[in-house]
């Protein structure tokens, strides 16, 4: 047989990808649905948290900081309850990493607060001696991009049933309503902030990067 | 079939991937050397403001070296090795001559466009799949153009059997198709809100499924562009460069239908103690184990046929090269499975060992393998002898060297990470601060730069032998059957 497939490239061909579909096949399908399924309480990202979450793809965060407490006393005594797989349920795309350079974030919430996560942003060095993570210093320069932020969320809502807009779940609204109760969510942040030029430009409207990304650490629990 | 001595095989094509087998291949590694001493010394990461944090560089290193450096040495070999396995040229053909330059400058388009996609951070963070829609559309199109490269030659093909190494050629454009377009599954979230950026989108799959799909696809990115065509090189090269059979002709049918079988499956083990469903974990690890099979069958081929002819290692440094390579995939073929056992991946999974593992298999297999098939097909090409064997010996001993000191120090760091951050005191606290983990580990990634350092080198000595090669070296008449000609 395998000498005429090796005189018959189409069937080669043929045969090659039904082996190595196989596999992939057998694995990721049969727990699709289930795997998707959240856990109680367990909620999609407010508009800004999205936002910020987009600043952690872009400074590529997870290239040294992972999010997934494995089930081992070590870890749960480190950074908390283990991972459940429902807690991922609005995480697209997942962050879990592959390294830890620095700690686990998965709930980092829990104990580090927006004070801390600014100054740790502008010099990690001063509030963790010995730390070898840059400082993210552009962060407070850049303005989040809200808008598309808000483009995703909407795209998940009406695309994959993220229930935006449902009793107890973060209100989405339209860009206006979702603006305005984004600009609450960030005066919050703000006041317990430092940096004036932040301020300043909270003032006029503008989110900076660091804003949004402290809302997403925050959230992270 | 004297046909064959008569054919002028067209090497185009298969220089300009040469060229650029090189220039991605000293973009990715300098990268990679800046983003290992920024690990050792923070500073560095403000050389270029935002675009030079370990952060932007990491995605460029990687998909510089995977999709810059590899995939262009793949493409070259193709171009080269396709037409004498199937005993006919380009240029009889010249749909296919048209097409495979097409596919390199849009091939060189795509890259350069994904290169400053990366340093201005926009990305949809999965690894080694981190471009964005439109550019996943584009990467798309460069691979049909290949598919129809490799299905066009065979097409017009005179030799009727197909080598061994089309066998890998084939199953990496299959491979990588179907794992790059289902990873990549998104929604442009533009087309549905009508605001933000036009160029971003979100992932089809959330969570655990994300996951399993991106490993599925991270570890089989792996399977087929760092182990499936490089094998097919080295079917090629081996034989080819010492004028021996191929050892066994079943070993190679068992062992390419076994490495196609069992590599998909084997995903799973970067999801260990992870979310997904449990026995999918413990198939990744099963699966991960008989890995081994294929993954020796095809290196011991390739050692065996050496058999008796094991003095060449010593007067053909191009022998060496690609011996050390086999050598090389056996020992990073079998330190995976160890690390894809469940209770050795507790200790070692989110450690320096992973790279470390990464890194003999790409640095010691893939790099030396690729450099061995460029360095046969340069006397080939160019119609020159090798511009200096003296400097080629140079080069793999500085590399080798590098190499040593990368994984031993990768291996000492993840253990010792590993057994830090489960290490308790007599009441069961936990001994250590996770910082307390990374200042013990900052004098292994100095070491560990400096071993990347010493491979960047020793790259630049084999793109300077090459050069020197294409333009200076003692002319040719003849092509050599076998042993590449070199100057001392």
């Known amino acids: 047989m395998f000498h005429w497939l090796e005189k018959n490239p189409f069937f080669f061909a043929v045969g090659v990808f039904l082996v190595i579909a196989y596999a992939g096949v057998v694995t990721i399908l049969p727990d699709f649905m289930e795997s998707a399924r959240p856990v109680t309480g367990t909620k999609p990202y407010t508009v800004l948290e999205l936002a910020g979450r987009h600043v952690y793809i872009k400074d590529s965060c997870n290239a ?49 607060t927006t004070d801390w996560h600014e100054y740790h942003m502008l ?3 001063s509030v963790v001696p010995g730390s070898i993570m840059p400082a993210y210093k552009h962060m407070f320069k850049n303005n989040a991009d809200i808008e598309t932020a808000y483009a995703e969320a909407l795209t998940v809502k009406n695309v994959f049933n ?33 940096d004036s030029e932040v301020k300043e430009a909270f003032k006029r409207g503008e989110i900076k990067e660091i804003v949004a990304i402290i809302a997403y650490l925050n959230s992270l629990k | 079939m004297q046909a064959n001595h008569a054919l002028n095989y067209d090497y185009s094509v298969a220089k300009c991937f040469t060229y650029a087998t090189i220039l991605f291949g000293i973009i990715g590694m300098l990268i990679g050397v800046v983003i290992a001493y920024q690990m050792a010394f923070p500073e560095l990461n403000y050389l270029a403001g935002e675009y030079g944090t370990f952060g932007r560089l990491r995605p460029l290193h990687t998909s510089g070296v995977i999709f810059g450096f590899l995939l262009s040495g793949i493409f070259a070999t193709w171009y080269y090795i396709g037409q004498r396995v199937l005993k006919v040229s380009m240029a009889e053909s010249p749909f296919l001559m048209v097409l495979g330059k097409l596919h390199f400058w849009l091939y060189m388009l795509v890259m350069i466009i994904a290169v400053v996609n990366l340093f201005l951070g926009i990305g949809t963070s999965k690894e080694y799949a981190e471009l964005e829609w439109p550019l996943d559309i584009a990467v798309v199109v460069v691979w049909v153009m290949w598919g129809i490269s490799i299905f066009g030659l065979i097409g017009i093909r005179r030799e009727k059997t197909l080598y061994i190494s089309m066998w ?18 998104a929604v442009p979230t533009y087309f549905v809100a009508g605001m933000g950026k036009w160029y971003h989108s979100v992932s089809m799959y959330a969570g655990t499924n994300d996951a399993m799909v991106q490993w599925w696809y991270g570890h089989n990115a792996v399977a087929f562009v760092f182990t499936v065509p490089i094998i097919a090189m080295i079917y090629y090269f081996l034989p080819k460069e010492s004028g021996q059979p191929v050892f066994s002709y079943k070993l190679s049918l068992l062992s390419f239908w076994g490495l196609m079988f069992v590599y998909l499956w084997a995903g799973g083990h970067h999801l260990l103690y992870s979310t997904v469903p449990d026995w999918v974990q413990t198939m990744g690890s099963i699966f991960s184990v008989i890995l081994i099979l294929p993954s020796w069958g ?72 690729t450099m061995a098939a460029l360095y046969h097909m340069a006397p080939r090409m160019y119609k020159r002898e090798l511009y200096s064997k003296k400097l080629m010996e140079s080069q793999f001993w500085i590399q080798t060297t590098g190499i040593v000191m990368y994984f031993s120090s990768m291996w000492i760091a993840g253990i010792t990470q590993g057994m830090m951050w489960r290490a308790t005191d007599q009441y069961g606290n936990l001994a250590y601060s996770f910082i307390d983990t990374v200042t013990v580990l900052i004098p292994y990634y100095a070491l560990r730069a400096t071993g990347g350092l010493l491979y960047l080198i020793g790259f630049f000595m084999f793109a300077y032998n090459l050069y020197k090669t294409m333009t200076v070296s003692k002319a040719i008449e003849r092509e050599p059957q076998n042993a590449s000609p070199m100057a001392a």
């Open chain 1, 123 to 125: 010099a990690p060095q």
């Open chain 2, 298 to 369: 095809s290196a011991i081929n390739m050692l065996l046929t050496m058999k008796g002819q094991w003095g060449q290692l010593k007067e053909n440094p191009l022998i060496k090269f690609m011996i050390f390579a086999s050598t090389f995939y056996m020992l990073s073929t079998l330190e995976g499975p160890i690390q894809a056992i469940k209770s050795v991946n507790a200790l070692a999974h989110f450690t320096d060992w992973i790279p470390g593992h990464v890194h003999d298999g790409t640095l010691g297999w893939v790099g030396f393998m």
């Open chain 2, 168 to 185: 890998y050629f084939i199953a990496t454009f299959l491979g990588v198709a179907m794992l790059y377009l289902f990873n990549n599954m």
């Open chain 1, 162 to 194: 993220v229930p935006y807009d449902q009793p107890d779940m973060p209100k989405l609204g339209t860009y206006d309503e979702a603006k305005k109760a984004l600009m609450e969510e960030a005066a919050l942040i703000v006041a317990d902030m430092k």
């Open chain 1, 64 to 112: 040294c900081h992972s999010q997934l407490v494995r089930p081992f006393k070590s870890e749960t005594d480190r950074y908390g309850m283990y991972s459940l797989s429902g807690e991922y349920a609005y995480d697209r795309p997942f962050l879990w990493g592959s390294k830890r350079t620095g700690p686990d974030l998965m709930r980092v919430g829990n104990y580090r």
